[in-house]
């Protein structure tokens, strides 16, 4: 059997799994479509500072971590409520600093021309223009020109938040290591430096 990376020889050449090709299965697809996979989310970021952080609510089963989200869940369908899409929310992390809540905001696919950009303000200007205490802030924004944001501003895409790591979960085994996330309009991708038309990308020929 000469086939590689998972393929499987059929008597007249190599059936190749997702996302390998050649006629080998010797390459990685040039460019891996995951936003399906995703589904569509905002990360965001919260300082709840009426609340002290205790060493429970680190823990997922415990009494507090449980009270605390299902609070923070109905207060956030409150603030959100008027956001065209919005389908609830789901904390990601609890840590210190008050409350830190590292949460994401679910959204249904959008209709019409509603762009996934404009929905994420949307989020931005419901948590914004509600009645909060002091010192309450939002973080971790899209840094403009990078493939991936880490940084400081008030919200990002799902996408935008993530490392490499992401697109390991979704390339071929051997080749996931070459692999970052790159947003074009409302998709996300997972490319090479071999990608075509993509900024920093070199020509790698044939393979």
Known sequence: ???QN???WTGIGCACPPNVEGTLC????????????????????ARVTNRNFSEDMGDTSSTAYRSFVDEFSRTMDRIYH?????RGTQVLTLTRGSVVVNYKVLLHQPAGDTSFDHRARQLLEAANTTAQPRNCSHSAAQVPGTPWGVGRGQGSPDWCFSSPELCRKYTPANFNRYYYPYRIQSSLLCVTNCTLNVPGSINCNSG
């Open 1 to 3: 059997d000469p086939c």
């Open 6 to 8: 998972g393929g499987h």
């Open 26 to 45: 010797q390459f990685g697809a040039s460019t891996i479509n995951i936003t399906a996979e995703l589904g569509l989310s905002v990360v965001m970021l």
């Open 82 to 86: 008027n956001v065209s899409g919005y």
